[in-house]
């Protein structure tokens, strides 16, 4: 039944995910089944898909205390609202789920989330999302599926 919540939670995460990136314009041709104003709320990929992907690691059975997750949430926001541009001079996708998967590294220290597991998430998520948006031109597609692979894989914490 966790593996389907997993399912779910990954599918939110990626509307998300778009919502976040997307003008509104186009959230009202991708997403007309959304209302309005859940479509104005600012911050949609930075706090509601953050919340989504920690959220689908605390189903998992991941524990850390209270604090932990806080720490853990401010670095998948600073990971999410950055592409490292300022960094490569381009938008580099590999570094964005790299990152995105290191943030999860308070985790590891103070919670239960094994060391294996960790280093495993970051390195496929980094060469998952850049595969992905190197290979998928289109925008939609493109955040639709980073969405995806951020909360998807944490099914992999239990694999390890």
């Known amino acids: 039944m966790n593996f389907i919540y997993q399912i779910l939670l990954s599918v939110v995460s990626a509307?998300?995910?778009r919502l976040g990136g997307s003008s509104k314009t186009d959230q009202d041709k991708e997403f007309p089944f959304i209302p309005r104003w859940f479509?104005?709320?600012p911050k949609k990929r930075d706090v509601m898909s953050n919340l989504v992907c920690l959220y689908s690691l605390f189903l998992l059975g991941i524990n850390a205390p209270f604090w932990v997750w806080f720490i853990s949430f401010g670095l998948l926001w600073a990971s999410l609202s950055s592409?490292?541009?300022w960094m490569f001079g381009y938008d580099n996708h590999y570094m964005h789920g790299f990152m995105c998967g290191f943030s999860l590294l308070p985790l590891v220290i103070f919670g239960n989330l094994v060391l294996s597991?960790?280093?495993i998430k970051s390195i496929l998520l980094a060469?998952?999302?850049?595969?992905w948006s190197k290979y998928n031109g289109n925008a939609t597609k493109e955040e639709l599926g980073r969405g995806f692979l951020l909360t998807i894989s944490n099914v992999l914490v239990k694999l390890f």
């Open 15 to 17: 509307i998300l995910y």
């Open 39 to 41: 479509k104005n709320i």
């Open 83 to 85: 592409y490292f541009d």
């Open 117 to 119: 597991a960790f280093i």
């Open 127 to 131: 060469i998952g999302m850049g595969l």
